[in-house]
T-cell receptor, first 117, second 113 residues
Framework: GAVVSQHPSRVICKSGTSVKIECRSL??????MFWYRQFPKQSLMLMAT?????????EQGVEKDKFLINHASLTLSTLTVTSAHPEDSSFYIC?????????????FGPGTRLTVL | QQQVKQSPQSLIVQKGGISIINCAYE??????FPWYQQFPGKGPALLIA?????SEKKEGRFTISFNKSAKQFSLHIMDSQPGDSATYFC????????????FGSGTQLTVLP
């Protein structure tokens, strides 16, 4: 299968600071990446769809000025949580869309646990 | 229309038993139905997926059954093992949405030794 990495795996920050999370597709090019948020014992909530070279499309209720997404290359998308607050503490997961061999599949990263103090 | 409803919320099965998780959808535009397995603190991993042109797909101990007329699909785990204990999510997507996945609410499976 395709491999997607995320960095960092865990981050603890003070309230008011910004945090950047990287998502990389290691062995394939991804024109589309997705960012999700997951609270304990809940399903994945799509935050935004990130397309290489263009602005991200945010889901309703997600503040685009707070969650900055950049998809600068076919293998890298970043999510920056600006002015983080305790309510932003969550598990953030990215996925990358792989189009190869006739299949069209999303592969997920291992997730980033963000804790805002 | 975008919802995917998943049941049960939790499931306890004895080792060697069959685990069955069900999902139902409304949007007839969905044409791809994957199942993901997630362990605590990890990202979801693709387990198996099906398209609506087939009624069943089997990979090892995992089988998806698909009923297009009823708009339902299910995951069967045969010979369930303690290592299968995880949260399982069904999902659905269609090509017109950049393949955005609509997830079910998840099923926490516990396989007792």
């Amino acid at each position: 299968g395709a491999v997607v990495s995320q960095h960092p795996s865990r981050v603890i920050c003070k309230s008011g600071t910004s945090v950047k999370i990287e998502c990389r597709s290691l062995d394939f090019q991804a024109t589309t990446m997705f960012w999700y948020r997951q609270f304990p014992k809940q399903s994945l909530m799509l935050m935004a769809t990130s397309n290489e070279g263009s602005k991200a499309t945010y889901e309703q209720g997600v503040e685009k000025d707070k969650f900055l997404i950049n998809h600068a290359s076919l293998t890298l998308s970043t999510l920056t949580v600006t002015s983080a607050h305790p309510e932003d503490s969550s598990f953030y997961i990215c996925s990358a869309r792989a189009l190869r061999g006739g299949s069209d599949t999303q592969y997920f990263g291992p997730g980033t646990r963000l804790t805002v103090l | 229309q975008q919802q995917v409803k998943q049941s049960p919320q939790s499931l306890i099965v004895q080792k060697g038993g069959i685990s069955i998780i069900n999902c139902a959808y409304e949007n007839t535009a969905f044409d791809y139905f994957p199942w993901y397995q997630q362990f605590p603190g990890k990202g979801p991993a693709l387990l198996i997926a099906i398209r609506p042109d087939v009624s069943e797909k089997k990979e090892g101990r995992f089988t998806i059954s698909f009923n297009k007329s009823a708009k339902q699909f299910s995951l069967h785990i045969m010979d369930s093992q303690p290592g299968d204990s995880a949260t399982y999510f069904c999902a659905a997507s269609f090509s017109g949405s950049a393949r955005q996945l609509t997830f079910g609410s998840g099923t926490q499976l516990t396989v007792l030794p």
